[in-house]
């Protein structure tokens, strides 16, 4: 596959995003609070592999668009806690909506079986396991 082609990829993505006034910076970070509401920012940098002034940023952005709010940790007078909001926990729930969507277009030239095969794989290397 060409850069080109892969760009596009990411591009599909950034546009459906937008469509829901959603950064991809902000993406995992709402995927994750939707999971994980009210953990520290460190937390949730560490979680989401990212570097602190990364993940400032991102927490600033979704608290300027109203869907998160950061409170004092009640347990540790340096921590602060990240909540999603009402409109945050809104805007998480089209999310998956979205993923799925993106990737059903880009997995559409693969069998059932072949789709099937490519996420088992992904979600082993991701350490990612579901009981059968």
Known sequence: ?????KMTRFSDMKQQL??????????????????RDGITQRELGRFL?????????AVDALVDKGFAERRPDPSSRRSILVFLTSKGRKKAKE???IVGDVNANYLKSLTKQEQKQ?????QKIAGITHSS
Do not use: C
């Not at 596959?1 to 082609?5: E, L, P, S």
């Not at 950064?23 to 609070?33: E, G, R, S, T």
């Not at 592999?49 to 940023?57: D, L, M, N, P």
């Open 118 to 122: 490519l996420i088992d794989l992904l």
């Open 95 to 97: 999310l998956p909506k």
């Open 49 to 57: 592999e990212f570097a602190e002034y990364f993940t400032s940023r």
């Open 18 to 35: 937008s469509g829901i006034d959603v950064d991809v910076k902000m993406f995992a970070n709402l995927m994750l609070l939707n999971e």
């Open 1 to 5: 596959m060409n850069r080109f082609r």
